[in-house]
């Protein structure tokens, strides 16, 4: 089982459209959570922090279940230039080595 | 603010041989990770880096090897090349202070073996 799951992807929707991410995460030792932001053939990039208590960040919104140890991402009104893969990320504790999951890529069509 | 750099942006070697990719992390940070993501998969952690030491390794043979300078730049080694080798290798910095650990990263290096 691999240490961060997410779905296999891709997502094709329209703009305007609603459209949420899942990710599983098998180490209970991790500490940290984000959603990184990768766009073809360029880094990644930090999208948003992931909090228990959830957080929200304009049209996005991110949450956490530590007991089911499961991450999701909301993306509301999704516009062209969200088109990328989303990559859920685990740091274990102290930050020392940093997971990250195979992506999902998501294409919003006009 | 210089961003975090990487070189060479592309290099191309054949099996057997070695090389070496170069990082120079963002102004202020002193940690230094380093990360493989071939083609259509997520960056996988090789190694982590912190005042000139490994301090945190994934799952890589030991042909996979670093070193980080006293001003914080960090290079990596692989040796024995493998056509499995062939990634986009990513370097990304941090600063240990911040809270979420979060990890700026470098434009990588495409390595293709052949």
């Known amino acids: 089982r691999k240490e961060v799951e997410q779905d296999p992807g891709p997502f094709n929707v329209p703009e305007g459209a609603t459209v949420a991410f899942n990710c599983t995460y098998s180490n209970s030792a991790s500490q940290s959570f984000f959603w990184y932001r990768q766009d073809c053939r360029k880094e990644p990039k930090l999208l948003m922090s992931?909090?228990?208590s959830g957080n929200e960040d304009g049209r996005f919104t991110a949450q956490l279940n530590r007991a089911s140890q499961y991450i999701s991402l909301l993306i509301r009104d999704s516009k062209l230039s969200d088109s990328a893969t989303y990559l859920c990320v685990v740091s274990l504790i102290g930050g020392f080595k940093t997971i990250f999951g195979a992506g999902t890529r998501l294409f919003v069509k006009a | 603010d210089a961003g975090v750099t990487q070189s060479p942006t592309h290099l191309i070697k054949t099996r057997g041989q070695q090389v070496t990719l170069r990082c120079s992390p963002k102004?202020?940070?002193?940690?230094v990770s380093w990360y493989q993501q071939a083609l259509g998969q997520g960056p996988q952690f090789i190694f982590q880096?912190?005042?000139?030491?490994?301090?945190q390794r994934g799952n890589f043979p030991d042909r996979f090897s670093g070193h980080q300078f006293p001003n914080y730049s960090s290079e990596l080694n692989v040796n024995a090349l493998l056509l499995g080798d062939s990634a986009l290798y990513l370097c990304?910095?941090?600063?240990?202070?911040?809270?979420?650990?979060?990890?700026?990263f470098g434009p990588g290096t495409r390595l293709t073996v052949l």
């Open positions: 102004s202020g940070h002193d940690t």
């Open positions: 880096y912190y005042e000139e030491e490994e301090r």
């Open positions: 990304a910095s941090s600063f240990p202070g911040a809270g979420d650990n979060e990890q700026f």
């Open positions: 992931v909090y228990s």
